[in-house]
Every structure is written in C-alpha cells, then in structure tokens.
C-alpha cells in the first residue's frame, strides 16, 4: 500500500536546501523542528532529567554531592581498616607481654597451653 505524500512536502524540501537570505529565521525554525522530533522519540521522563541537568545551579550541586559522597566513603573505609589495624596491634601486643596468651596466632591456628 502506497504511502500518500503531502503536496507541500516537495515544496518545504526545496525551502530547506535553499540558502537562507540575511535575517532568515529558517535555520532556528528547522533547528526547533529537529529538536521536537527528538524529543518525541525519546521518552518524557529522560526529557525532563535533561532539562535538570542542563541548569549550572543543579549540575554543580549535583558534582559537588557527589564528590563529598565519594569523600566519605573513602573516610569510612580508611575508618574500618585503620579499626581492623589496631585490633590486630592490639594482639600482637598482648601475645609479647604475656606468651601463653590464649587469643589466636597470626596463622590462625590457637596457642599451646603451657605444661
């Protein structure tokens, strides 16, 4: 089944590859009709987080969010193993005052009690 053409689609294909004269309002006319259809293809919600994004004010909280984010949670893991660290300095240290220190050895296996 043949698709039916619109008679004026001729005549805007010839408008469009024409130069546009000084002053034309042509070339943002078809700008806007090329971003309309763009957005028709993509879906409503994607639109609108683009729009988000595009304002500075948003962009740089955004950035400066997640940077502090990112800072934190190095923090927190620094935190944790500088934690991990002394539990083990702490064995360390009782298992030199005091040999038959019942805690676990460095290869995991219990101590010997003492005769």
């Known amino acids: 089944m043949p698709s039916s053409r619109d008679p004026l689609d001729p005549l805007l294909e010839q408008w469009r590859d024409a130069p546009p004269p000084a002053g034309s309002v042509a070339p943002e006319v078809w700008r806007r009709i090329a971003a309309a ?6 879906p409503d919600w994607l639109v609108q987080l683009e729009a988000v994004f595009a304002r500075p004010s948003f962009a740089f909280v955004f950035v400066t969010a997640c940077v502090l984010l990112g800072l934190f949670l190095a923090e927190a893991r620094v935190s944790r193993l500088q934690a991990e660290r ?4 702490a064995r360390q240290y009782l298992r030199l005052i005091d040999p ?3 805690g676990t050895q460095p290869d995991g296996a219990a101590a010997a009690p003492r005769s």
């Open 37 to 42: 259809k763009i957005r028709k293809e993509r």
């Open 86 to 89: 002394n539990v083990q300095m």
């Open 100 to 102: 038959s220190f019942a």
